[in-house]
């Protein structure tokens, strides 16, 4: 099996192929809950409860509804973790219920965590792995192979690549290309030329779409704080409604998400302004990704007129990883 795994601090985006090679595409938020049981509920989907070693986790939308019973990380330091490895075997269990297989998987990291944990990565997930999801018999995986590259890279190899990994865009072979990846945690600006990294050009900030959550956490706490029992996830959910319902009324939180946005955005836009001029001019190909891109897309197309926002931004970088995959196991590489 190929997989392309992306594991946000907001959300867990994979792509793979099954046993029988037909392509499957797996997403669930990147939340855990240590109280696993409902006395009742009538939606399987928030049943999956993955049970590996000493521990067992309620993964996912069921983990949102726990509210403030959950275990949400936000530091590059949960890579390897019980809550990680959770993360990945709810994504493996939903890619094939067999009780063997291997598996070659591509993933990545942001660029600031990218040089001290790439090893890290590898040896967390290269070899064998037994866990068991609630219902389903017990699963030992092993990852055979495994890469890691630099997250935002995801954007060019999505382009660059076709599903069988084969290269359908070779203009990218020769140009300067920008990558503005707006994750929850992570901002990553990437740097490319001739699908080479040009390190003095990238850069990573720890200001994305989570700070807006936050503000509107801070406005809740001041003014409807029974709102706060809320999950940080289901905050973010209404950040991108741009509403939230309370008392049975719809809440407008527009007054308060578009101040912060405004501010991130001009702070990307500064920062790659910094690294790569004015409108990033010198670049062929600007690409925008990640989940963040919803919110802050209209100030980064507005300030870099030839950004183009790929289409579903958020999944961009797990179809790159798939594809790499795809293209590293056609070459038969390691």
């Known amino acids: 099996m190929q997989l392309g795994f992306d594991c946000g601090f907001y959300a867990v985006k994979a792509i793979g ?3 029988k090679g037909r392509e499957l595409r797996v997403t669930f938020p ?8 409902s006395s009742f509920t009538l939606n399987g989907e928030d049943n999956i409860v993955i049970e590996h070693g000493e521990h067992n986790h309620l993964v996912g939308s069921g983990a949102v509804k ?12 949960w890579i390897g973790s019980p809550v990680w490895c959770s993360l990945f075997y709810a994504t493996l269990s939903q890619l094939t219920k067999a009780s063997h297989a291997s598996v070659s998987v591509t993933t990545g990291l942001p660029l600031l965590d990218f040089e001290r944990q790439r090893e890290i990565v590898h040896e967390t997930l290269s070899g064998e792995h037994t866990f068991k999801r609630d219902g389903h018999r017990q699963q030992t995986l092993t990852i055979d192979t495994c890469y890691v590259v630099p997250q935002a890279w995801g954007a060019v190899l999505t382009s660059l690549l076709d599903k069988s990994g084969n290269v359908v865009d070779p203009s990218l072979v020769d140009s300067k290309c920008a990558v503005i990846d707006v994750g929850g945690h992570n901002v990553n600006l990437l740097s490319i030329d001739g699908l080479t990294n040009v390190d003095t050009e990238c850069y990573s900030t ?3 779409a989570w700070q807006v959550m936050r503000a509107v956490r801070e406005y809740f706490a001041s003014n409807l704080p029974d709102l706060n029992r809320h999950s940080d996830h289901r905050i973010m959910q209404a950040v991108t409604l741009g509403r939230i319902m309370y008392g049975g009324q719809s809440v407008n939180l527009e007054l308060v998400v578009e101040p912060i946005v405004q501010s991130i955005a001009e702070e990307i836009i500064d920062t790659a302004a910094q690294r790569w001029g004015v409108a990033a001019r010198l670049f062929d190909r600007v690409f925008v990704i990640g989940g963040g891109a919803y919110l802050f897309e209209q100030y980064l197309t507005s300030a870099i007129p030839h950004a183009e926002v790929l289409p579903l931004p958020e999944y ?7 594809k790499y995959t795809q293209y590293k196991t056609e070459r038969g590489a390691r």
């Open 30 to 37: 990147s939340l855990v809950s240590t109280r696993v049981g």
């Open 316 to 322: 961009v970088n797990a179809l790159g990883y798939y």
């Open 206 to 208: 720890e200001r994305g």
């Open 17 to 19: 192929t099954s046993a």
């Open 66 to 77: 726990r509210g403030a019973e959950t275990v949400r990380k936000e530091s590059s330091d």
